[in-house]
């Protein structure tokens, strides 16, 4: 079993649809938690950075980390075409950053 | 602000022959990471360096693989005797020290034939 684990989809959605992006995780040190976007063949960009558990939001994007039920989520509101790309989910232990990835999920915005 | 560069962006070579990549880190970052993709796979760890000290190497760094960072600023992966295996994208990404903020490269994207 991954200590990572992250729906590959795809996903497709029609525009100004909420999206909501999941990953599992089974080691409960992981205490930093990000969202990276990957457009085809390029590198990952980072979205989101959360430390522990709570809520963070940046414009159309809401990061959530539920570390009792070790889950991370990503939303994504009023979805437009150019978010399409691969989102992918990584987190990393305290004092320690190497990144865990999740394998990433593949999202379409249907215009 | 120019970001991670990285060059080649695409290194196509046959099997067997040695294969280096390059890595400018964003200047003012001190730690250096690199990473392996391959298709419809998350990046997995290789190694990191902070300042010019390697640091941590992921057992995925088989002997065939060195990386160097030489005074600190960029940094060099060569992979020798490549194999088809070696396929995938390398993709380096840089840090503050103890900032979870990596920020990622375009990568290089190598195809051994």
């Known amino acids: 079993q991954k200590e990572v684990e992250q729906d590959p989809g795809p996903l497709s959605v029609p525009e100004g649809a909420i999206v909501s992006l999941n990953c599992t995780y089974s080691n409960s040190a992981f205490q930093y938690f990000m969202w990276y976007r990957q457009y085809s063949r390029k590198g990952p960009e980072l979205l989101m950075y959360t430390y522990s558990s709570g809520n963070k939001e940046d414009g159309r994007f809401t990061a959530q980390v539920d570390k009792s039920s070790k889950y991370i989520s990503l939303f994504i509101r009023d979805s437009q075409p150019s978010d399409s790309a691969t989102y992918l989910c990584a987190m990393t232990l305290v004092g320690n950053e190497k990144l865990t990835f999740g394998t990433g999920t593949r999202l379409t915005i249907i215009p | 602000d120019t970001g991670v560069s990285q060059d080649p962006r695409h290194k196509i070579t046959k099997r067997g022959q040695n294969v280096t990549f390059r890595c400018d880190p964003i200047s003012e970052h001190n730690r250096l990471y690199w990473y392996r993709q391959t298709l419809g796979q998350g990046p997995e760890f290789l190694t990191y360096f902070q300042n010019e000290a390697q640091l941590e190497k992921s057992r995925l760094l088989s002997d065939r693989f060195s990386a160097e960072r030489p005074k600190g600023s960029f940094s060099t992966l060569e992979i020798q005797r490549t194999e088809q295996g070696d396929s995938a994208m390398y993709l380096c990404?840089?840090?503050?020290?103890?900032?979870?903020?990596?920020?990622f490269g375009p990568g290089t994207r190598l195809t051994v034939t």
């Open positions: 990404a840089s840090s503050l020290v103890r900032s979870g903020e990596q920020y």
